[in-house]
């Protein structure tokens, strides 16, 4: 009874010391934190330790194995093939030497390469075709490389040497393949004692884990392979593993190994641990329980009901009122709490205003960075108004700045998606008149309303119910108008509403005239191409992806054929009207919105087509020239008649870098140019170079 009138009479802090020091709840806790942490981390380290012993196996075991067949192809080049290299490699000694190999040695495949491409002999298990257009042009780019390759889901091991004691008007190559098989992995499974798998594309090639039936788990998909390091369960047990490069510098970073380890034993004692804290535990929680049931009548009731009331201020209900009467602190943070959400639910409704004018003006300027294309942008804009104001369609009217008519652009919403683009005269209607004075006009009435006006528009005015028309304003003058039509649940617009759509509007006016500006640095200003700096930072980066992503990327060089004479016998008019006609018809065959056809400089043009083979661009270079040979200019001497000359050169197959690819692409322009002009080349039927 004395220790219950004593919590009762004491203030808030001198209730919470007597309430920390009844228990050891916190002690205890810091205690097993401690102890545990220190177990685990000792655990880990030795996991790690594990680990990495049996990465730095698995790759001392591989880089043995790469090596081992890289000097194996390398004796066989300088010391064996002497007397079949001096008869110039007859297939049947060829023959007879490889298999004579393939018996001494675990190897699977063997082949005699020409020219970096195809195999003039070979013997073993693997005969794909794809070793002509992949493997063989990488594997033979040096005198001596080595590297590993997934065929069918399967690791190989490719070695390659280049026969130089002879010397051949073709380079040629000895290239040994080797099949990794499973027994490698097994025996690093028993000097580490850990599961060892390679995998590539996140499935298993090659592995030793076993299912439950005992099958390897070749072809599984490798689960968290976005981790480099964390914890597994296979077959009910528990492992660390490891993701990581299976040779890095070496071979290609998509081939990647997982490997397993057994939990370590101080991780078993850990659990152990745990147990027995857990009944530490439990004792100071019947302590705790018995000392909080006492305090329960005089601090927890009050503090449930004021979490109780934040919790409904957290979720956005302003109109609480506290129970709570006390004189100690908890009753003095309940009044100043009544009294805060009073001054926040005041200011809640400008805040919130503001805040979505600014969110509103943020996404709008970070569109800048989303979209090169001005339709796209303001289709973002529009719909991104017609969203915030709750409507149900809009549309946005540039200004024409020769005729001064506001022309629609886009229009988006409703059940309606063509709108007759008839110009509007500047005054007329209500955009007419937002246009002219520069002013938002709210029209409630909608169709109704004396200023409303019917321009012949398709969609049909009586469903107009309210309007809200804002202007685009840029610097001191006004570019375009923005219109959003009828408010959700029989709404109407209000004063903040046209607030936001100006703001909008305003912003939408910046970013649209910046992007005009950027389409203007980058078009050249007669023929609308783009200009040489973009071509040579697109070109730059189509390699670089091409690269990556081992694909091709074509380039063909346009001449416009005896432009010097239209300059000299017709005058300069006549030699840009050749030019913006040659250049409109290049943009009328290209693929829209993938080739890049630029001005390369002069009557030079030139066109960048990603993902395209040579035999691909030629076709494409037929079909400009052919349609540039129907142009017809009329002129005081009768029709005029244009021809083109054009080369073509592909990546990787007649260049391997941005500038031996304008070369090689010039140079079979310049030989079409030879040829009678007129036609296409192909930069492979020119003098290639080494």
Not at 74 to 95: C, M, N, R, Y
Not at 293 to 315: D, F, G, S
Not at 578 to 604: H, M, N
Not at 640 to 649: C, M
């Amino acid at each position: 009874m004395l220790f219950t009138n004593l919590i009762n009479n004491s203030k808030l802090k001198i209730k919470i010391i007597l309430l920390f020091s009844l228990i050891l709840i916190l002690p205890l806790t810091i205690l097993t934190i401690i102890s545990l942490n220190r177990t685990y981390a000792v655990a880990e380290t030795d996991i790690i330790k594990d680990l990495n012993h049996a990465t730095n196996l698995f790759r001392d075991s591989l880089e043995d194995k790469l090596d081992s067949l890289k000097l194996r192809a390398k004796t066989l080049v300088d010391f064996e093939i002497d007397s079949i290299a001096l008869q110039g490699f007859p297939e049947k000694e060829t023959f007879s030497l490889f298999e004579s190999e393939l018996v001494k040695t675990d190897l699977d495949y063997i082949a005699l390469i020409e020219d970096r491409s195809f195999a003039t002999v070979q013997i073993g298990k693997f005969t794909q075709n794809s070793l002509n257009n992949v493997i063989f042009p990488a594997i033979c780019q040096t005198s001596l490389g080595v590297n590993i390759y997934v065929i069918n889901d399967e690791p190989w091991i490719f070695a390659s040497a280049m026969i130089t004691k002879f010397k051949t008007i073709k380079p040629k190559h000895i290239v040994f393949a080797q099949k990794i098989k499973n027994d490698f992995l097994d025996k690093l499974k028993i000097l580490a004692e850990a599961d060892y798998s390679i995998y590539y594309i996140n499935r298993k090639i090659l592995t030793t884990q076993m299912d439950v039936y005992a099958r390897r788990r070749i072809g599984s998909v490798v689960e968290k392979p976005e981790l480099d390091y964390g914890k597994s369960e296979l077959n009910n047990k528990s492992f660390s593993f490891i993701h990581t490069s299976a040779l890095p510098n070496r071979i290609s970073n998509d081939i990647k190994i997982e490997i397993l380890v057994p939990n370590s034993s101080y991780q078993d004692l850990g659990n152990k641990m745990q147990l027995d804290f857990f009944l530490f535990g439990l004792l100071g929680l019947i302590l705790a329980i018995a000392t909080g049931t006492v305090l329960a009548m005089n601090i927890a009731q009050p503090i449930n009901e004021l979490a109780e009331n934040t919790t409904k201020v957290a979720n956005g209900d302003l109109n609480i009122k506290s129970k709570i009467k006390r004189n100690d602190e908890i009753g003095i943070l309940s009044n100043n709490f009544t009294e805060m959400i009073r001054n926040i639910k005041e200011e809640k409704e400008q805040k919130e205003l503001r805040m979505k004018e600014l969110n509103t003006l943020f996404e709008i300027s970070n569109a800048v960075n989303l979209f090169t294309n001005s339709e796209d942008l303001l289709k973002f804009v529009l719909s991104h108004a017609i969203d915030i104001l709750q409507a149900e369609r809009g549309s946005i009217m540039l200004l024409d700045d020769q005729t001064d008519e506001l022309i629609i652009k886009v229009a988006t919403g409703g059940r309606y998606r063509a709108i007759n683009s008839k110009p509007i005269k500047l005054g007329s209607g209500v955009c007419g008149k937002v246009a002219l004075e520069g002013e938002g006009i709210i029209s409630n009435e909608g169709f109704k309303d004396a200023r409303f006006q019917n321009f012949g528009s398709i969609m049909p005015v009586e469903d107009i119910n309210s309007l809200i028309c804002a202007p685009l304003k840029f610097k001191e003058g006004t570019i375009g108008v923005i219109n959003i039509v009828n408010k959700k649940d029989n709404q109407l617009f209000n004063q903040n509403d046209l607030s936001l759509l100006t703001l909008i509007g305003s912003q939408a006016a910046v970013t649209i005239e910046n992007n005009k500006l950027y389409e203007l640095s980058i078009t050249d200003g007669l023929t609308h191409l783009y200009v040489h700096r973009y071509f040579q930072a697109r070109l730059t980066e189509e390699l670089l992806r091409a690269r990556r992503y081992n694909l091709n990327v074509s380039l063909i060089m346009i001449d416009i054929d005896n432009f010097k004479k239209f300059n000299d016998q017709y005058g300069h008019q006549i030699g840009d009207v050749v030019l913006q006609q040659v250049a409109a018809t290049i943009k009328d065959t290209v693929r829209t919105s993938i080739d890049v056809p630029c001005r390369y400089g002069g009557e030079e043009m030139c066109i960048i087509l990603p993902e395209t083979k040579s035999e691909d661009a030629f076709l494409s270079a037929e079909r400009i020239r052919k349609n540039i040979s129907a142009i017809e200019l009329p002129h005081s001497s009768g029709k005029l008649h244009i021809t083109v000359s054009i080369g073509i050169a592909s990546y990787p197959l007649h260049a391997n870098n941005k500038e031996s690819l304008i070369k090689a692409s010039d140079s079979a322009m310049y030989s079409s140019k030879q040829a009678g002009k007129n036609c296409s080349t192909l930069a492979k039927e020119i003098k290639a170079e080494n």
